[in-house]
Structures are given as C-alpha cells and as structure tokens.
C-alpha cells in the first residue's frame, strides 16, 4: 500500500495484543486493505525481548505509558500506578509473559449475562488456535497456533516446593497444567519462543506486514473518530505534527485498551452527557456506560527470607551475577534470563472443596520493598522471596473518563479498590492461605521468616491495613467498554459492535464485563481474533 494513502477498507486504532491479532487476520485474504494506527514506536528495544526485560522496560518507560488513579480512599488515599503498553505489541511487549486461559466458570457467567457466544465451550477452540504447546492435552492446548507458550524449567527446588506445600495445606491439588479446567497449581507457562518474548508483533505482525495490503503506522496519535450521522467512516490523527483523516469505506476497530478506547469514544461525542459536557465535547450519541465497570485485580506479597540457594536477589543484584546470566540468554537462550522471577502459581477456590478458582496465589523468587509502583525497582539486600495473591473476581468497580478535548491527556481514573465488601474479605483470605502455604512442609524447610508485613501482624485487622497500604495493580485492567445487548448497560454488542453507531467496534481488554483470566493478555488475544472473524462474516 502507498505510503501516502488515506483510504483503507479498515482502520484498526492501536497494535496491542487485541489489535496486531486483529489486523494481521483481516488482511490475510488479500481481499482487503488495512490500515494498522499505533500511538507507540515499532518495538525495536533489546529490553523487550528478554524475558527478564520486563523489569528494565517498566523503569526505562520507554514503550510504556504511565497512568495514576485518583488518590483511592481505601488504599490510604494512595494513586494506584497503572503502565500500559505504548509500543507495537501494546502490553504484550513490557508484561509478565503469564499465560492463563481463564476461569471457565466466569465466561459462562459472561454468556448467561448478555453475552451469548462467549461462554467457556465457545472461547475454547480460540485459545486453542492462537497457542503453540507443545505437550500440552490437545482436547484443551493448541499446538499450532501463532503464539508460542513454554512452561518454566526450575533451575531449583522452590516452584516444587511451593506447589506441594499448596497441595499439602490443603488449597488446591497439584495438577499438570492449570490451563485445563483453570483449577490447580502448576509451573508457570510463558508466551516465548527460543527464550524471546513472544508478543503479538513476533507472533501475528512480522508475517503479516509482508503482505501489501496490511499498513503499519506507528508513533501516530488518534484525536478522534469521525463520524457521518451515525456511521464511523475513518479516524483523525496526529502524524508528524499535523493532522491527517484515515479513511475507512468498512469499519473502524478501537483496540486502545482499557483507558484508550473509551477516551476516544468520550473524545468522539460518544459517552456519558455529563463527561462530555465536562470536557467541553458535543455529545453525538449518548451511552452511559462508556467510561464505566473499570475493574482491577489487588495484588498483595508476603515477603520471605528464604535459603540462599532459591532467593535469585542477589545473582539478578550484583553486576557479576547479571553479567553470567546475561551471556547464557545471550549464547543459549536459556537461564534465569529467559523467565520471569515468578515460576509457579495456584488457582484456589475460596472454599474447601470449591469446584471455581476465586484466588490465585504464586510464587516469584525475588523481593523488593517496593510494590509495583512508578520508577527503580531495588531487589532486596537479603535472600529473600515473595508469595503474592489477589482475588480473581473483584466486585468494585472504578472508572475511567476524560477531564478535557485534549488527546494527549491522561484521563481521570478512579480504581475504588475494595468498595464491594467482598473483595476484602477475599484478599485477607488469600493472604492467609498464602501463610499457611508459607508454613507447610516442603515450603517451610526453605523459609526462614517473614519479613513483610511480619509476625506482628497477626490479627485480621493488621493484615487489612497491610493490604490498604501495599495493594497494588495487577496490570490487569479491563471492562471500561462493557460487552453485553442492553445499550444501558453496555457499550458494545456480543459481536463487539458500538450500540447505535454503524461501522465501529472495540475489540480489547475494555470489552471484557469481568475479569475472567487472572492475567488477560491470552483472552485479548482470543478478543482481536473474534474480532475479524465477526467483520468478515459481515462482508463474505
């Protein structure tokens, strides 16, 4: 396609995980011109490809973009940091690389409550399809897909340990792959290739953008849709300091996530009456949920001085330490450089016996004072490691809207963590369930004591203070474009369609009602690819 074309058959707004998916479906064809947008620069970092690059990439903030809640008056009036990808890959580039599936049991609950064809035996086939397992059961893995999943080696006894101890304390069992059922703990699986992250732009965009019909633009910012009456015909952006329309004689597709997307229907005059007369924008077509059902895990650790031989502090520390580790990912693509520091994780039901994963709870073999805030993360001097948990199924919800016209601007997120009783009580019961793992038998022999919050908080009182003064983000926010049939109560149709406007879809995080995976980056994916298999059964 000409450099200098404005008209596309499809204009597709942000190359995250939903979006790249998308567009290298919708252009596979040949039959159709697409037009890929992203805010962000090409993903060209050497920090990205590393797995244990993560790190380095949120402190850089390079190819991430930094957003802070209002101060939250459950978290001791703290602002929630909350980075996102600004990159091609969006969050698929600079997170953790954990690949869940998701509760089956929480895609049912989408299906029964507006959503007919999201249900867990509709959306199975699709995490099959997009994944490369090997090994894994196929009646529930794919082993072909565009995305290669691999699952954590231990290079030492503590994922083991912790795993029967969770088994041992009676959480859940120890199964051999928590992607099937979501229920078990296992090793972590990962979305790399030969110890390279795996993320969208490797996975669907390298292949795709050899085909002359698929555009890519990057460091291109979207002001807004534009709109014929009630017809998405293309988007205005900002490129190289002016401000040009892309034409779309098909659809627009917003895949800017959780805060982007629904900025840029408020930035459209689609939203909320009384936001967009705040922010000074005429309002086109009125739907007051956009903005709204902003939901978020609270993720909470439980420090631990740990034998030395399991705590990775000190070789990811010391410049020796990083220097060796650096030059076997560099020759062998193997090593503590080609994971994360987390390496096995359980989903646990809230009750004994339960037959739904409500928690999760994992083991990360480092620690730090800080908890996943803004700027330089310093691993602790001691050997230490951490026990993390958050609940799965948040029941308060937040929101996500703009203050002004301006595209650039951060909108105003309120995150209202811990406003549904529920979800205090869940978290203090992941905590304590995260101790008794900590003092079972083959966990215990390895940990010496805790070092945060400590012994002195022992009662349940102690341990809520601790959660509303160190939860933090999970990364993982999602629903600000709620999916669902009642145009009041959503803001897109089970086939992603905006309510009452022709021509535009969302297809991201943002469209999710819950949460249903603990990490949301597998089903984003299964989101962009439904996404073009709904527009091009429109067109065929």
Request: glycine content about 10%; charged content about 20%; proline content about 6%.
């Amino acid at each position: 396609m000409n450099a200098s074309t404005t008209e596309f058959d499809y204009v597709v707004v942000g190359a995250g995980s939903a979006g790249a998916a998308l567009a290298a479906r919708l252009s596979e064809s040949g039959r159709y011109s697409v037009l890929l947008l992203e805010a962000g620069p090409p993903d060209k970092n050497i920090w990205t490809r590393i797995p244990m690059g993560v790190v380095k990439v949120l402190q850089q903030g390079k190819v991430t973009r930094s957003f802070f809640t209002q101060p939250d008056p459950a978290m001791n009036d703290r602002r929630i940091y909350w980075p996102r990808g600004w990159v091609v890959g969006g969050s698929s580039t600079v997170n953790g690389m954990i690949w869940v599936h998701g509760t089956p049991r929480e895609y049912d609950l989408w299906a029964e409550d507006g959503c007919p064809g999201w249900s867990y035996a509709d959306l199975l086939p699709w995490f099959r399809k997009i994944e490369n397992f090997a090994g894994g059961d196929e009646a529930y893995r794919g082993r072909s897909g565009p995305v290669s999943v691999t699952e954590f080696k231990p290079v030492d006894e503590l994922p083991d340990a912790f795993l029967d101890a969770t088994q041992a304390a009676g959480v859940v069992k120890r199964v051999k792959d928590y992607n099937v059922r979501g229920l078990g703990g296992s090793y972590l699986q990962f979305n790399t290739r030969n110890g390279v992250r795996c993320n969208t732009r490797m996975a669907y965009l390298d292949a795709a953008l050899q085909r002359p019909n698929l555009t890519l633009k990057t460091d291109v910012l979207v002001s807004r849709v534009l709109l014929e009456g009630k017809r998405a015909v293309g988007v205005r952006a900002r490129v190289d300091g002016r401000e040009v329309d892309f034409r779309a004689s098909r659809e627009v597709v917003l895949c800017g996530g959780a805060f982007n997307s629904p900025q840029l229907l408020e930035l459209s005059g689609l939203g909320r009456r009384e936001v967009l007369a705040g922010a000074g924008i005429p309002l086109l077509h009125e739907l007051p949920m956009v903005g709204e059902n902003l939901s978020e895990h609270v993720y909470s650790p439980l420090i631990y001085r740990a034998a030395r031989e399991v705590s990775w502090n000190r070789s990811l520390s010391s410049p020796l330490g990083q220097a060796r580790l650096a030059a076997r990912w560099l020759f062998r693509r193997d090593g503590r450089m080609s994971s994360s520091t987390i390496t096995a994780q359980a989903f646990a039901p809230g009750e004994t016996n339960g037959t739904d994963a409500e928690l999760k709870i994992q083991i990360q073999q480092v620690s730090s004072a800080g908890n996943r805030g803004a700027g330089k993360i310093t691993l602790d001097p001691f050997d230490g490691v951490t026990i993390a948990s958050f609940q799965i199924r948040p029941r308060s919800r937040g929101s996500s809207h703009i203050a002004s016209h301006d595209p650039a601007a951060d909108p105003v997120m309120l995150s209202n963590h811990f406003s549904h009783p529920d979800d205090v009580a869940a978290c203090l019961k992941a905590l304590k369930l995260s101790r008794r793992i900590a003092g079972t038998g083959p966990l215990s022999r390895l940990l010496q004591e805790e070092v945060r919050p400590g012994p002195h908080a022992a009662s349940d009182e102690a341990l809520v203070q601790y959660l509303r003064a160190t939860g933090a983000t999970a990364y993982h926010p999602v629903g600000t474009c709620r999916m669902g049939t009642d145009a009041a109560q959503s803001v897109v149709d089970p086939q992603l369609r905006v309510h009452g406007v022709r021509g535009l879809r969302v297809a991201d995080a943002s469209v999710m009602p819950t949460i249903a995976s603990t990490n949301t980056n597998a089903i984003s994916i299964v989101i962009g690819e439904r996404a073009a298999d709904f527009m091009l059964q429109d067109v065929d």
